[in-house]
């Protein structure tokens, strides 16, 4: 949801303190409308996987898995450009059935939780592949890892591994809560382990033929 947020502040900011021609004041806007009405259909999502909203939000159709990554890591290369970090693919591109959405907010917010985990200089790795009839997405860092004894409560809310470090970068510890039920609604699962050249890989496994929790 921090995504959509910070490109509609972030247009009207420019609105607000930028001299723009009517060509450009259109595209600002109608850039500012089509992202809030993305927002208020992502927070109808999160609220039905928690419970507190029904409707069918959340409908499951087909999608490229690469445009979905080159999507996810341009909306973050800027932020990773700040902290020297770099951000790269590695894919076999394929369509699956899923909420583009939720996915996206998925991968943003384990992107998000790598480069929280990574120094300058390091690098975090978006891949997707095909392996034993499941599809499988991964976000790879080469940070400072987890501890194994933080493993099993990452995905609690408002959990941080690194309080401090999180606080100060504008965490909350909702993200992987988060990942954690939008797996749950594609009828996956997530497991997170120790990268072997450093840091942590977090890795998705969906079925090939998808059950979705919710919507249809």
């Keep these: 949801m921090k995504t959509p947020l910070t490109s509609i502040i972030g247009y009207s900011d420019t609105l607000r303190h930028v001299k723009l021609n009517d060509e450009q004041k259109d595209r600002a806007l109608e850039h ?23 409707n069918d939000s959340i409908k499951m159709e087909s999608h490229s898995i690469g445009e979905l990554l080159e999507h996810v890591v341009q909306l973050e290369a800027e932020q990773a450009a700040q902290r020297q970090i770099q951000l790269q693919t590695e894919y076999e591109d394929f369509s699956m059935k899923m909420d583009d959405e939720l996915m996206e907010s998925l991968l943003v917010n384990l992107i998000d939780n790598a480069l929280r985990a990574t120094e300058a200089g390091g690098r975090i790795t978006v891949k997707a592949y095909k392996e034993s009839g499941r599809k499988i997405l991964e976000v790879a860092d080469n940070g400072r890892g987890i501890p194994q004894e933080e493993l099993g409560k990452i995905t609690e809310a408002f959990y941080m591994v690194d309080k401090s470090r999180s ?3 504008g965490g909350v510890g909702l993200g992987l809560a988060l990942v954690h ?12 382990k120790d990268n072997p050249s450093g840091g942590t890989i977090f890795e998705v496994v969906l079925p090939q033929h998808l059950q979705p929790l919710f919507g249809k």
Excluded: Y
Aim: hydrophobic share 35%.
């Design 32 to 54: 500012i409308s089509r992202e809030g009405k993305r927002l208020e259909k992502l927070s109808g999502k999160m609220l039905q996987m928690l419970g507190l909203h029904q």
């Design 167 to 169: 606080r100060e970068l």
């Design 181 to 192: 039920e939008i797996v749950r609604a594609h009828d996956g699962s997530i497991t997170v």
